[in-house]
């Protein structure tokens, strides 16, 4: 298992009304962080404030100049569902996400093990 490497996939991947919030997290935005609370409706994320239509593209993700990699504007207040990725062995390959190595591939449970490791500081263990 690899460190993330900012490829940026998932970030495309669930930006386009694929992530959730809870009540906490927009009461925190609306009171302490208003322009991203701006981008909510409803519960939903990321809301276009100017025309109340889903976003296809997290307005907080930004690439940066003259590399294929991307930051997050937001990264200490990002949403929790981005803080826990990536959950799964399974999620992951379905994401192409860049962490995985064929050693993580070839024996899943270890590589489940591994990544719990490497996110200990972000969420509980899957297991
Ligand atoms: S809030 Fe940040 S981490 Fe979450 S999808 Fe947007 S750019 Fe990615
Ligand atoms: S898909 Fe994987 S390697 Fe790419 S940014 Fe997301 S977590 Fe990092």
Known sequence: MKECNQCGKCCVNYSDGGLSVTADEVEYWEIFRPH???????????????????????????????????????????????KHYPVTIEQMVKDECEMLEPRDLADPTQGQTDLDLLMIDCRPSVK
């Open 36 to 82: 991203i609370s701006n981008f909510v409706s409803e519960g939903k994320i990321w809301i276009d404030p100017d025309t109340g239509k889903q976003l296809k593209r997290c307005p907080w993700l930004k690439q940066l100049p003259g590399e294929e990699k991307y930051i997050c504007d937001i990264y200490f207040d990002r949403p929790d569902d981005c």
